[in-house]
Each structure stands twice: as C-alpha cells, then as structure tokens.
C-alpha cells in the first residue's frame, strides 16, 4: 500500500513562489494517477492539479497558469510548483493517489499567502 508524505509549505507574500513535494511510499507509484487537492478554512476539500499515470494533467480554472504539476517516478514523487500565490490561495494542501478502488491521502501541508 502507497503512503504519502508531503512538504514544501510554509508562509509565504503575495506574488511569491513555494513547491510542494509528496513523496509515495511503496511500489508501483508509476501506476498511479496523482493529484493535488486543498482544503481552506470552512470550505470544502477542492481538487488542484492532477497528473495522471499517462503523464496528462489537467488544472482548476483558479490556478491555470499559475501552478504546474510534475512527477518522477524514478523518485517517487509529484511535484507542485506554485506561482504568483494569491491570499485565496491559503489552504492546507493534500496530495492524493489514485487507481479504481484505491485512494490515498497524504497528511497535509500548510500554505499561508500573507503579507
């Protein structure tokens, strides 16, 4: 079973930059499709970026050209890289993996954009 460990958050300005780490546990991470979701106060769990095990990605409208989203398989992880963050950007982040029945969560990384 895949596990996931998340880093790269912390605070950062408006305009600013982070890039966000998960890395899988495991074997087979190539199989899985990959995703990004984050969660703000009071509001519900919300979908990012994915990347799937083709190598496609899609993005929320909120973030086109923002954020990208990148894997390696050879080291286990997918990547979010984070431009030009907004304050409505402030959430704590989960990475998430996904194949038919299977769906992992990582633990969170907080993101905090703030002058």
């Known amino acids: 079973q895949v596990q996931l460990v998340e880093s790269g958050g912390g605070l950062v300005q408006p305009g600013g930059s982070l890039r966000l780490s998960c890395v899988a546990s495991?074997?087979?991470?190539?199989?899985?499709?990959m995703a990004w979701f984050r969660q703000a106060p009071g509001k519900q769990r919300e979908s990012v970026a994915a990347?799937?095990?083709?190598?496609?990605?899609n993005y929320a409208d909120s973030v086109k050209g923002r954020f990208t989203i990148s894997r390696d398989n050879a080291k286990n992880t997918v990547y979010l890289q984070m431009n030009s963050l907004k304050p409505e950007d402030t959430a704590v982040y989960y990475c998430n993996a996904y194949r038919g029945p299977v769906n992992i969560w990582g633990q969170g990384t907080q993101v905090t954009v703030s002058s």
């Open positions: 990347i799937f095990s083709s190598g496609s990605t």
């Open positions: 495991g074997s087979s991470f190539s199989i899985y499709n």
